[in-house]
């Protein structure tokens, strides 16, 4: 019986090798495909121009040969990052709008890679010396893992390799937040390969590939059903190809998996107004309104007072203390503290010192605006309507708009759009007072807040 067993499984291995003559294996897993194989399949149906799996595989036998000696896992990890960012000279560059840096062969090829494929890169790397990384995902971002040595160790690859605790992931994301079980939870390699597909699905979108983004759509949330970032990059790409009902599915249901992701909340929330569920689309901007804004303000330094930061006491030995009145930093990081707790008076006597002692510092413009949006106190936004420097591109409150601070000008025009056929008109004009002064002016706001005047002066 046991030859006849051990027959089978000689034929097995041997079909293998003839169907597949090609297909390389790790030295850690000989019957285990490598995650790079896993994703170069799908990089090479859909980026074919972006996949040089020759250079690939060269470079990975380069790494093998030079690590291979090291037995310490700590150490093979310290090295393997400083090959990546020394050797290889990757960095991070944009995640969204260029596939080149979500596929490893052209991540190594223009040294420019985003969160997710440089987390794969470490993955195929510790594959080839027989080392067994994972990943975890937070609210848009990804990072590696690693559990030896009866431990887990995360490495940030935003920052070189990093070692953050899990306290330092889990001290990102807002209380406010819905209590997600996937957040930093360590993935398997089929929820990586999901995770990658869904960044794909992405950049499809994005380059209006629609049939082949819903291919991937497909295989992406069979590998991860669970990830409702694939169904955000679907619903993009239903929308793109005009169909709003199947895009506002995808959407809702993202929402059901985890409703923090601001972007989601603010499609679905377009959606809804162009079927004209005004009191649905008002609901969704403003969860998608507070959801950027904690986003924004978790992703800035905080400084604790730990047990007696609640203290009136304390809060003023901070106010009157010499290293703040000296340190906008320090001025920011105490005042991002207080806006976390609601105490926004407080987080204003600090935000104005820092405002005494550097006018234009970036930080501190953004926790004003927060700070202004959250007690509706208009002054205490730094810049005016038509104050603005001029300066090339939009610029927000002294500091240039990112991404995120474009999309919160698009979603509170779409709110005040919304309060306004909910005939909430004080609270339009408001709104557009707000965009105005963060955002600069424009024709489309103007006119929306003469008609709500119009409206409201009628009302009254």
């Known amino acids: ?256 998996l985890d409703p923090n992701i601001w972007s989601t909340q603010s499609m679905a929330a377009g959606i809804f107004l162009s079927k004209e569920q005004y009191g649905q689309a008002r609901i969704s901007y403003e969860k998608g309104v507070s959801l950027l804004f904690d986003e924004i303000l978790f992703a800035l330094p905080v400084k604790h007072l730990h047990d007696e930061g609640d203290s009136q006491a304390a809060a003023q030995n901070v106010l009157v203390s010499e290293h703040v009145n000296n340190c906008v930093s320090c001025c920011n990081a105490y005042a991002n503290y207080y806006l976390r707790l609601e105490k926004y008076q407080l987080a204003v006597e600090l935000l104005n010192k820092a405002k005494a002692l550097e006018p234009d510092n970036a930080d501190t413009s953004r926790l004003l605006m927060l700070a202004a949006y959250r007690t509706a106190d208009l002054d205490l936004i730094l810049q005016k309507k038509g104050e603005l420097p001029a300066q090339p591109g939009n610029v927000v409150v002294g500091f240039h708009l990112d991404m995120s601070e474009k999309s919160l000008c698009g979603m509170l025009h779409g709110l005040a759009v919304a309060n306004y056929y909910e005939k909430e008109f004080e609270k339009t004009i408001w709104l557009i007072d707000f965009i105005n002064r963060v955002g600069g002016d424009n024709v489309e706001n103007q006119k929306l807040r003469g008609d709500a005047c119009l409206k409201l002066e009628i009302t009254q």
């Open 1 to 256: 019986m046991k030859q006849v067993r051990y027959i089978l499984v000689l034929l097995v291995l041997v079909a293998i090798a003839v169907c597949f003559p090609d297909m390389p294996f790790s030295d850690a897993a000989q019957t285990e495909v490598r995650l790079y194989d896993m994703c170069n399949e799908f990089s090479s149906k859909y980026y074919p121009d972006l996949v040089n799996s020759k250079a690939t595989l060269e470079t990975l036998s380069k790494v093998r040969q030079g690590l291979s000696g090291i037995s310490d896992p700590n150490l093979l990890l310290q090295r393997i990052g400083e090959t990546i960012y020394n050797d290889l000279k990757i960095s991070t560059g944009r995640s969204v709008g260029d596939p080149g840096t979500l596929i490893v062969d052209s991540v190594l090829d223009q040294g420019k890679g985003n969160c997710v494929s440089i987390s794969i890169l470490y993955i195929v790397i510790a594959e080839e010396l027989g080392l067994e990384l994972s990943a975890a995902c937070c609210p848009g971002h990804m990072y590696v893992v690693y559990e030896g040595s009866g431990r887990r160790v995360n490495i940030e690859v935003t920052d070189r390799g990093d070692i953050r605790t899990d306290a330092d992931y889990a001290g990102k994301i807002p209380p406010s937040f819905s209590y997600n079980p996937d957040y930093n939870r360590t993935l398997s390699k089929k929820e990586i390969l999901g995770v990658f597909l869904g960044n794909m699905l992405g950049e499809l979108a994005d380059q209006g590939r629609y049939a082949d983004g819903l291919e991937v759509f497909e295989k992406a949330r069979t590998l991860f059903p669970a990830h409702a970032a694939i169904y955000n990059n679907a619903a993009c790409c239903y929308l793109r190809n005009g169909d709003r009902d199947e895009a506002l599915q995808c959407l809702l249901y993202g929402i059901k």
